[in-house]
């Protein structure tokens, strides 16, 4: 059994009411066999790693996002959602093959593992190679076959039955390191009878489901006019909340969907970047917050954040809610880290991930404290949360495996994938 050992580092346990502490940490194969201020009399390692300098920290988890769509970033900006999907995105996508979300992929996982990312959700098509990535990266995905069921009757067929083929070949694979979810797009997308048989699937292999909900205001505008109730009521009525969910964004729900929410245990994955980006609006996330709903954070995709930037988000999520509320309190740094960290792991159902745990596994990131941005060394919390940047991380480890030493990616050929990803993208646009 490999054994790795950390000394003289700094440390940031996210449990709560620990502070930042100097000491020691060991990995046993998998998981934190050890951490604490006082190492032992004998401390030995396979492998022995002098931290100081170093703030080490549980791996960012990222609830809401779409891999593949790194490919498109920068090629439609400043433009309201539906414009932005209907004449950007959606006629590229519809050219995407499956090398060119395999590169999109391994470009969004490299930049994540790079910036400290350690777990995230993916929403796409030809999930087989997203997870032939995962898998190969190192990285801990919890992955769906996101689907769109306003189509022909064959091929929304066809998307149920790959869908449902994917979530259950996948799930547990990688050493445990994929998990998976059933994933109706939207309920604007997908008619109702299609979402139930969604559910069917979801409750028959006893998987989550993850979909995009309440985005923006004229979505829901909309959805009153075509049904006669809101997004959040139509999902409970068609069985979605029976099963264990988190849904992207929710930005626009009034007090009756957050008790629905909170009666049902659904998760929010708040996507600040993107949502301010795309004009979306603010979600009430103190209010969610308060309600006891778990809150996480997303990037959402390259395409429309313009990055994967953890850090960022979290800065983000700390920010904006200040600002709007005129409540310097209503997000806590600490709260705003724990919805990258702890809170984001528990959102998707990681019980064993998001914090430096005796017992936990060993997903944990390392952060050059030792630059300008950082000092003098007060709170360590503010200055990760209001300070820091994904530039910032020299070191990733993923189940104990080291997947980035000194800010290089182990795992990844980042030359060619920088260069497949340009190629690309020339031929979407030429096609």
């Not at 979909?211 to 997004?231: K, M």
């Not at 809170?343 to 430096?356: D, H, K, P, Q």
């Amino acid at each position: 059994m490999s054994r790795i050992v950390i000394e003289n580092g700094t440390f940031l346990s996210m449990v709560e009411g620990e502070s930042v502490f100097r000491g020691y940490l060991v990995v046993e194969a998998d998981r934190i066999a050890s951490i604490g201020e006082s190492a032992p009399a004998q401390l030995d390692g396979d492998v022995r790693i002098d931290g100081h300098g170093k703030l080490y920290m549980p791996g960012l988890v990222n609830t809401h996002g779409h891999a593949a769509m790194s490919l498109l970033r920068g090629v439609g900006d400043d433009l309201a959602l539906q414009v932005w999907l209907e004449q950007k995105m959606w006629p590229l996508e519809a050219k995407f093959n499956a090398a060119d979300v395999r590169v999109g992929s391994e470009l969004s996982i490299l930049e994540m593992l790079k910036g400290g990312t350690t777990s995230f959700v993916d929403m796409y098509s030809f999930m087989d190679e997203v997870a032939q990535v995962v898998e190969t990266s190192g990285i801990r995905g919890c992955l769906t076959r996101g689907v769109i069921g306003y189509c022909p009757p064959d091929e929304a067929a066809a998307k149920l039955v790959e869908a449902r083929a994917f979530a259950k070949d996948w799930h547990g694979r990688a050493d445990g390191r994929i998990t998976t979810m059933m994933a109706p797009h939207a309920p604007y997308t997908c008619p109702p009878e299609y979402i139930e048989k969604i559910v069917a699937i979801a409750e028959e292999l006893q998987l989550p489901i993850h979909t995009h909900l309440s985005e923006t205001r004229g979505e829901v505008e909309r959805h009153e006019q075509q049904y006669g109730i809101r997004p959040v009521e139509h999902l409970r009525r068609l069985g979605v909340f029976n099963r264990p969910c988190i849904v992207a964004h929710g930005v626009h729900l009034n007090d009756e969907e957050i008790e629905i929410c909170r009666a049902h245990d659904v998760r929010i994955s708040h996507n600040p970047g993107s949502n301010l980006k795309l004009a979306s609006g603010i979600a009430r996330v103190p209010e969610y917050l308060r309600a006891g709903l778990l809150v996480s954070l997303g990037t959402d995709s390259a395409a429309s954040n313009n990055n994967l930037d953890m850090f960022e988000e979290v800065r983000l999520a700390a920010l904006i809610h200040k600002g709007v509320s005129g409540d310097p309190t209503a997000v806590p740094a600490f709260t705003a880290l724990s919805m990258a960290t702890s809170i984001g792991a528990r959102s998707i159902w990681l019980e064993e991930v998001g914090l430096l745990q005796a017992g936990m596994k060993a997903d944990l990131i390392a952060i050059d404290i030792d630059q300008p941005h950082f000092q003098p060394l007060t709170d360590l919390v503010s200055h990760i949360v209001y300070a820091a940047a994904a530039q910032d991380v020299t070191d990733v480890f993923v189940d104990g495996k080291q997947l980035v030493r000194n800010r290089q990616c182990l795992t990844l050929d980042e030359e060619r994938i920088k260069a497949e990803a340009n190629q690309a993208l020339l031929r979407l646009r030429s096609s």
